[in-house]
């Protein structure tokens, strides 16, 4: 739980013109916060427990090996980063952003569904939307 908390407190390292920029970030400005998993781990790595850097650093990963930092794949990444990751798209598709509206829940969650395919786990998906809706699975 705490990682998830925790999850971004590597963005405190970077600037806020990028972090509130109205619109798509170019190339550099994407580097610079692909950064921050690391610099998280980094700020917390005295402070926190294994399970909660995991988190920190790895929720941003994607089980087709497409995320950041490590392009880590299925296996590679924990139950932990892989819930995590979930939530951490379903909230920032559901809050209003400098660069983006707040969508509906179920407009957000049918994004995920379709076009963000290999994203994520399918199981720990669909438990996340049994959990929203109050069930357990």
């Known amino acids: 739980a705490l990682g998830c908390i925790l999850h971004d407190v590597g963005k405190s390292q970077i600037l806020d013109t990028i972090l ?4 798509k970030l170019d190339y550099e400005e994407f580097e610079i916060i692909k950064k921050h998993p690391g610099q998280g781990h980094w700020l ?5 427990s294994e399970t909660t ?7 941003h990963e994607k089980i087709n090996g497409q995320g950041y ?3 880590l794949k299925r296996d590679q990444i924990s139950d932990n980063a892989k819930i ?3 939530a951490d798209v379903y909230d920032a598709l559901t809050t209003n ?3 983006a509206g707040a ?3 179920i407009s957000a969650l049918t994004l995920m569904k379709e076009e963000m395919v290999g994203h994520f786990e399918q199981k720990r998906f669909e438990e996340f939307i049994l959990f929203l809706g109050g069930r357990s699975a």
Do not use: E, Q
Request: charged letters at 20%; glycine letters at 8%; aromatic letters at 4%.
């Open 20 to 23: 509130n920029k109205r619109g």
């Open 44 to 48: 917390m790595a005295k402070h926190t």
């Open 53 to 59: 850097l995991d988190v920190i650093i790895h929720h």
């Open 69 to 71: 930092p490590h392009g």
């Open 84 to 86: 995590a990751t979930i």
């Open 97 to 99: 952003r400098p660069y």
């Open 103 to 105: 969508r509906l829940p």
